[in-house]
């Protein structure tokens, strides 16, 4: 397979296996996603979506959450993990879009990453997830994914994104970006990997990571 035979081949395989793809954090409204991908950050989804009920029965808006303190917030989101850090990242994004955008979560990757603790992965999964604009974050899965698959160098999360963005068509990204990320947990995983389950790395993954697979059977 050439390159692009290997990418209409990652696109039909993910259709298939997900034609309805299950959104991963529980949320509302772009401001509960914003603090559940916040949140996220070296956590599970599994255990956010276990914490964000118990945050936002106290504080679904930023005008609710800067009432609270950080260290009411902090003890709220501890099983998060960087508690210190994503809570008075929560409670400052909270004051800041009060106060320069009245309460609402803007809608550009520009403003999004001017906030405390958003970074520009953050940023793509609200801009894709809650606003519909087309983004390719990259998480841990997908990079992961990528190099097995033989379509980036797995040097950096940002040439991972470009490597996407430049090989996979625009109007698919923000499908892409979870499909790929359910299939990593399901069929690819870093850890328990089963590569008779693995269709697509077996098919088309690049033969050092094969090579290696066997290597540790």
């Keep these: 397979m050439n390159k692009a035979q290997k990418v209409q081949f990652v696109i039909e395989t993910l259709q298939k296996t997900y034609p309805k793809i299950p959104i991963p954090l529980d949320h509302k409204d772009p401001y509960t996603l914003l603090i559940a991908v916040l949140l996220s950050a ?19 808006n930023p005008f609710d959450m800067i009432k609270l303190t950080v260290e009411e917030i902090k003890n709220i989101i501890r099983p998060c993990g960087l508690s210190p850090m994503k809570s008075k990242g929560i409670h400052g994004l909270s004051k800041i879009l009060i106060e320069k955008h009245n309460g609402e979560v803007p809608k550009s990757f520009d403003e999004l990453e001017e906030l405390p603790a958003v970074g520009h992965k953050t940023a793509s999964v609200v801009m894709s997830q809650a606003f519909n604009v087309p983004a390719f974050p990259v998480d841990t899965h997908i990079h992961r994914l990528l190099y097995r698959w033989n379509l980036t160098n797995g040097k950096n999360v940002i040439q991972t994104e470009k490597d996407a963005k430049r090989l996979f068509p625009k109007e698919l990204w923000n499908d892409l970006h979870l499909q790929i990320i359910w299939y990593g947990r399901e069929y690819s995983p870093a850890r328990g990997w089963d590569l ?18 066997f290597r540790k059977k």
């Design 42 to 60: 070296q956590c599970t989804d599994v255990r956010v979506n276990k914490i964000t009920p118990l945050l936002f029965s106290k504080a679904d």
């Design 196 to 213: 008779g389950k693995d269709i697509i790395t077996s098919t088309i993954g690049r033969k050092s990571v094969i090579n290696e697979y």
